[in-house]
């Protein structure tokens, strides 16, 4: 059984910068496509980012690309998403997931295991 863990939410002020990670245990990690999602209060989940398997390939979510940048580490089981010039709007709890089949995968339907989440406030 996959379990994964984030960590790194908190308050921060806008233009701050955060670093979420992300632990992975349960299976071989370098078998799993890694994606970052957000929700904030009443809304739906979104798509944030995603990363292959080699780490080689990236996608982001077009208002989002410049500002996040997504990472991963297979020899720590890790993925992480770097987070620079917060603004208030992107004040959400944030997943991550792990998936087999889909590389990029823009929809929660292409993951299959998640997170809690972690929880990231940007004050203005």
């Known amino acids: 059984q996959v379990t994964l863990v984030e960590t790194g939410g908190g308050l921060v002020q806008a233009g701050d910068s955060l670093r979420l990670s992300c632990t992975f245990s349960?299976?071989?990690?370098?078998?799993?496509?890694m994606g970052w999602f957000r929700q904030a209060l009443g809304k739906e989940r979104e798509f944030v980012a995603a990363?292959?398997?080699?780490?080689?390939?990236?996608y982001y979510e077009d208002s989002m690309r410049g500002r996040f940048t997504i990472d991963r580490d297979n020899s720590k089981n890790m993925a992480y998403l770097q987070m620079d010039s917060l603004k208030p709007e992107d004040t959400a709890v944030y997943y991550c997931?792990?998936?087999?089949?889909?590389?990029?995968?823009?929809?929660?339907?292409?993951?299959?295991?998640w997170g809690q989440g972690t929880r990231v406030t940007v004050s203005s």
């Open positions: 990363i292959g398997r080699s780490g080689r390939d990236k």
């Open positions: 349960g299976r071989p990690f370098s078998n799993y496509a």
């Open positions: 997931a792990a998936g087999t089949y889909y590389t990029g995968g823009r929809s929660p339907a292409h993951y299959d295991y």
